[in-house]
């Protein structure tokens, strides 16, 4: 006791050093964690969370993190059509186990799927696009015999569709033997898999406090292979302020999510390394053509103008420092069918002509609900001063992210600045978002825009169905081309995501999508 | 009699913290963060929302959701939080320790400095020593603590590497002590683990003494004004016409008569560092009531809301049941 209070003495009066190391053989990362909200794949659907389960679960295939566009067989060992349309047959890998020691079997592959339907959680919509609900996914599975299972579903989608939801986060598999001895009140372990996992990715989770910290450690049985690092310490640090100096210092091995300043501050600094990966996320500005009190805003002609308002470039380039490139489509580059076709720049004179053709250029006022947090704020201060020029007076109204979101859902805003990110690797994801609007209640990005398109929804829908790749691929861009030409989405930027690493640090990979985050070959 | 002052202050006591739940409930309710949505992500489908408003209960009218939360409470449940999943007495219980133990140490740097330095002030007013006094509390007023935070650690973590930085302890040591009671030192000195209780008053340096920087200006300010407002008085005359020093007339006549102020000044500040850490808690990424609470308001968890409230609630009650306590003890008067 007494030896230890002088050493407290010590290090007040003396100040120790701090040793400024992480440990060895583990991997600190810091980045805000308060987004977390659960960590059962049929629940967690925030961006920390489906991270997470990359790390934690597998599913039967999932996007080679060299190449997203092509599926592996993760938990499967291979796939075959089944025996009655709409249907797959898969092969368990026979090696697979979970962290548990548990076989993987195929009646695992079943409670998965089923348990994540049933609960219908925030990711539920996911395999709904296969028209699986409560009420008909127990017919959907079928166990075949010890290591085949099939699965089915009645929704008017091709294989590849079908593949690319089972490649989705939420549909990872976990050890059904494990959950149930954790089941309370008939909740199917959610409870406990909010906070605990049962997978067999490469981690498994120690502990998770929500709010402080996510410890992960190594599962050397993972199917595959066991991570390089033996523990991976994710710590909540909501500051990127002080992400930054943790990094700097080298308390944290990886610093996410800094501002575009920090992360100029720090490149070039020769014990860190600024790693830069593209991200599917694409940044848009959404006009409310069906908003009752401002009737230019369903004009197709100012849909126009305003494409020729922004500042793509100056917004990529100068105000936010690399951290988006400029892109107007909806899938972002790197997805299979992306338009990478950048037809506008900021031309007022042409947009003054569009809108005084449309008899739009009597003072005419549009507000602009946007994020109360950066970069959204810069972003929205460039639109404004580009439709002043035009003689369009922007009214921004900065607000909490979910306050946005609620308005643009309930249709009461005139104009938002939003951003997009799949929920899964394939373009009907984004593109029954933008291009979809059945009219049946089903609030698409489309819809609450207020646009009104049947024929483009059933294209979308034949594209969905559609069996042939290339022929797939033909019919996204030119659904791409018709929002791009002429929509009210102005869709402007592919965000990049920048991590900053120290400089031992290698095998950190990111990929397009916001769940591939690959921790199992990072080594220091 | 005592009887009756017992049920009178419990009275008293539940009414206060009944209002307190019911405006901080209904304001939350005017709150434009959908909880639902919060939940579910702004992709979830229209049936999927509605499922989670039934779930929440968000579809009955306000007064029975707080009615429904009220019988809870009464049962001693504060409910789940919506953005940790865990219940709202587990999370209070793991970070209001952390809250007391970084408010208790910044109150005592303030205290202990503070008042020594509104006594040298009040000693040669309107002199070169209170002008000094002054400048260093308006600063300490002024300068913002998040910009504060940040320079401390810029300087005397990255740049000088003289303490630990943001988190409570180093990661060698963080994820293998168990936190039992909460308190960062007690736990780190129970667990008998070398070097942990060392690293963890580390990291509690530059929290505390910007902290206790942030409360200091108000203690000095206004235990100086309390000196001064004394030192007028006919019985500090006297007592300087008798012949008495400086000193003597500061420490033996002046500083007795203020010191109730001072106690209630002193209690004010702990009990605004309980609730105004937030932002050291950021800054340092250190887990407490203030960025729990801040969390939950960006999230709409209302149970948590609700939660941290209650305690803050009952923390000032209590701290000024105490000071009410000590200052009677200190001036009879004051307690007829």
């Known amino acids: 006791m007494t030896r230890q209070f002088a050493f407290a003495l010590c290090a007040l009066c003396v100040c120790l050093p701090s040793r400024a190391a992480s440990p060895p053989n583990v991997l600190v990362v810091a980045q805000s964690l308060d987004d977390i909200i659960s960590l059962d794949p049929a629940e967690g659907f925030e961006l920390s969370s489906v991270q997470t389960f990359t790390s934690v679960y597998q599913r039967l295939v999932q996007p080679d993190p060299e190449n997203p566009k092509v599926l592996v067989p993760t938990l499967a060992a291979s796939w075959t059509p089944g025996p009655v349309p709409r249907s797959l047959v898969f092969w368990l890998r026979e090696d697979a186990a979970f962290a548990s020691g548990h076989k993987l079997r195929p009646e695992d592959v079943i409670f998965s799927l089923s348990r994540a339907v049933k609960l219908n959680r925030a990711p539920v919509f996911i395999l709904n696009e296969l028209g699986w609900r409560a009420e008909n996914i127990d017919r959907a599975l079928l166990k075949l015999d010890a290591h085949r299972v099939q699965i089915s579903w009645s929704s008017n989608v091709g294989p590849a569709f079908a593949l690319a939801v089972l490649s989705a986060p939420t549909a990872s598999i976990v050890d059904e033997t494990e959950v149930s001895t954790h089941e309370a009140n008939g909740d199917a372990g959610n409870g406990w898999l909010k906070f605990h996992s049962a997978g067999s990715g ?53 610093a996410r999510d800094l501002g575009p300043d920090q992360v100029a501050a720090l490149q070039g600094k020769r014990e860190l390394q600024v790693l830069r990966f593209p991200s599917a996320t694409v940044h848009y500005l959404l006009l ?67 809108l005084a053709g449309a ?122 081309t018709a929002v791009q030409q002429s929509s009210p989405f102005v869709i402007a930027l592919q965000a990049r995501a920048e991590v900053v690493a120290r400089a031992g640090v290698h095998g950190y990979a990111q990929g397009l999508d916001a769940d591939m985050v690959y921790y199992d070959k990072v080594g220091k | 009699m005592p009887v009756h002052r017992l049920v009178t202050g419990v009275s008293s006591l539940s009414l206060t913290l009944a209002g307190l739940l019911l405006i901080t409930f209904g304001l939350s309710r005017l709150s434009p963060v959908d909880p639902a949505l919060q939940l579910l992500g702004d992709h979830a489908s229209a049936d999927s929302y509605a499922e989670m408003r039934r779930t929440l209960g968000l579809d009955a009218p306000w007064p029975v959701q707080f009615g429904r939360y009220a019988q809870r409470l009464a049962h001693g449940d ?28 910044a109150l005592s740097v303030s205290t202990l400095v503070g008042v020594p330095l509104a006594l040298l002030a009040a000693w040669r007013p309107r002199g070169t020593l209170d002008a000094a006094v002054r400048a260093l509390t308006l600063a300490g007023n002024s300068v913002p603590i998040y910009w504060l935070g940040l320079l401390a650690l810029y300087l005397f973590y990255a740049h000088w590497r003289l303490v630990g930085g943001p988190g409570r302890l180093d990661d060698a040591f963080e994820y293998t002590i168990e936190m039992r009671t909460g308190s960062v030192l007690l736990d780190t000195w129970r667990s008998g683990v070398p070097g942990a209780f060392a690293d963890a008053v580390s990291h509690l340096i530059l929290p505390v003494l910007i902290l206790g920087a942030y409360a200091l200006g108000n203690v000095t300010r206004l235990s100086r004004a309390a000196l001064l407002n004394e030192s007028g008085k006919e019985y500090v005359m006297l007592a300087r016409a008798k012949g008495a020093t400086d000193v003597r007339v500061l420490l033996g006549h002046i500083l007795p008569n203020a010191a109730g102020i001072i106690v209630t000044v002193v209690a004010l500040a702990y009990a ?43 923390s000032f009650i209590l701290i000024n049941g105490v000071t009410d306590l000590i200052v009677n003890l200190l001036d009879p008067r004051t307690g007829a």
């Open chain 1, 359 to 480: 008899g739009l250029d009597q003072g005419l006022r549009i507000k602009l609900s946007v994020f109360n947090q950066p970069p959204y704020g810069d972003i929205a201060q460039s639109l404004q001063s580009t439709f002043a020029q035009a003689g369009i007076t922007l009214e921004i109204l900065p607000a909490l992210a979910s306050e946005v979101y609620s308005k643009v859902r309930d249709r009461s805003v005139e104009a938002a600045w939003l951003y997009w990110v799949p929920d899964y690797f394939d373009a009907n994801s984004t593109a029954s978002a933008f291009a979809l609007n059945r009219e049946d209640g089903t609030r698409t990005l489309a819809w609450r825009a207020g646009w009104r398109i049947p024929q483009l929804s059933r294209e979308t829908e034949a594209a969905v169905a559609e069996q042939d790749p290339s022929a797939r691929e033909r019919q996204y861009l030119a659904i791409q």
């Open chain 1, 288 to 354: 409310n053509a069906a908003n009752a009190d401002n009737p230019a805003l369903k004009n197709p002609a100012l849909w126009e103008a305003l494409r020729w308002l922004i500042d793509y470039q100056g917004i990529a380039g100068r105000l936010l420092k690399g951290e988006f490139e400029v892109h107007q489509a909806f899938l972002a580059d790197g997805f299979p069918g992306a338009l990478n076709a950048t037809p506008y720049h900021l031309d007022v004179a042409k947009a003054k002509s569009i």
């Open chain 2, 272 to 314: 605004n560092l309980l609730e105004g850490a937030v932002l050291i808690e950021t800054v340092f990424a250190r887990p407490g009531l203030g960025r729990y609470l801040t969390t939950a308001l960006f999230a709409a968890d209302t149970p948590a809301i609700l939660g941290g409230t209650l305690v803050i609630g009952v």
């Open chain 2, 78 to 105: 504060l409910g789940t939080s919506l953005s940790t999943g865990e219940r709202v007495s587990d999370d209070l219980r793991r970070v209001f320790p952390a809250t007391i133990e970084l408010a208790t140490l």
């Open chain 1, 202 to 254: 490469p981690f498994k989770i120690r502990r998770y406090i929500a709010h402080e910290a996510l410890v992960l450690d190594a599962n050397p049985s993972s199917p595959g292979h066991a991570p390089l690092l033996s523990t991976l310490i994710i710590r909540n640090v909501a500051d990127a302020a002080t992400r930054r100096l943790l990094v700097e210092v080298g308390d944290v091995d990886i």
